[in-house]
C-alpha cells in the first residue's frame, strides 16, 4: 500500500534584519512572528488540497513542535502527535549559536558546501548520520497512509540519503536543504520510494 510522508522544516527563528545564527540541538529557540506565519500557511494550504494526515512526528525542540501545531490546528481531524528523538537537531560543537560568518572563518566555505550537497559534516559537529539513517528507513518500512513531520534543515537531508533511488534523485538538487517552512514529499509505492518535492513553499 502507498506511504506519503510530508517532510516540514520548521518556521522561521530569526525575524527580518537579524543576522542568522548556526542552532542546533543545544539551542531551543521558539518560532518568530513569520515563522508562525509560515506555519500557518502551510497548514491552511494543506488543509485547502484537502490533504489528511494519518500520523504527525516532529523533533523534540519548540520550534518543530509549534510548527507541527500550527499546521495541524488547520485540520478537522488531527492525528496525535509523535515526537521523535531520531529527528532533533545535530549538535554544532564549537559553531552551535555563532553567527555564520565565525562560521565559515572557522570551517571553510568548502566544508560547508559539502555539508549542504553531500551531508558530510564539519569537523566538530555531532551529526549521528547512522541513526538518523536508520529512523528514514523505519519509517519508509511503516504502513501506508499519510504522515506529517516536521524536523530541522540538518535533519531532514538525511531522508534523501537513506535509500539509493532517493539518492539518485536528490543528486539532481542543487541543494539537499530545505529553507525555513518549506517541505518535501516522499512516496512508497509498490515498494519503490520517489522524491515528489523539495524545498517547496506555498
Known amino acids: ?19 542568522p545564527r548556526r542552532i542546533g540541538a543545544r539551542t531551543d529557540l521558539p518560532l518568530v512572528a513569520s515563522g508562525r506565519a509560515q506555519a500557518q500557511t502551510l497548514g491552511a494550504a494543506f488543509a485547502a488540497a484537502g490533504q489528511a494526515f494519518d ?22 481531524a488531527p492525528p496525535p502527535v509523535e515526537t521523535a528523538d531520531w529527528l532533533n537537531e545535530i549538535d554544532h560543537g564549537p559553531d552551535e549559536d555563532m ?45 501506508s ?27 539532481a538538487l542543487p541543494t539537499l536543504k530545505l529553507r525555513t517552512g518549506a517541505f518535501g514529499t516522499i512516496v512508497r509505492e509498490q515498494g519503490r520510494l520517489r522524491l515528489h518535492d523539495w524545498n517547496r513553499r506555498s
Open 1 to 19: 500500500m502507498a506511504l506519503s510522508v510530508t517532510i516540514v522544516r520548521h518556521g522561521d527563528t530569526f525575524d527580518a534584519g537579524v543576522a
Open 55 to 76: 500520523r504527525a512526528l516532529t523533533a523534540p525542540l519548540a520550534r518543530s513542535r509549534e510548527t507541527l501545531a500550527l499546521i495541524l490546528a488547520a485540520q478537522s
Open 99 to 143: 553567527p555564520e560568518d565565525a562560521v565559515v572563518a572557522r570551517i571553510g566555505a568548502a566544508a560547508i558546501a559539502a555539508w549542504d550537497q553531500q551531508a558530510q559534516a564539519p569537523d566538530g559537529w555531532t551529526v549521528d548520520a547512522a541513526q538518523r539513517v536508520a529512523g528514514w528507513n523505519a519509517l519508509w518500512a511503516s504502513g
Open 145 to 171: 497512509g499519510n504522515v506529517l513531520l516536521v524536523t530541522s534543515n540538518g535533519a531532514a537531508r538525511f531522508a534523501l540519503l537513506s535509500d539509493p533511488t532517493l539518492r539518485a534523485q536528490a543528486a
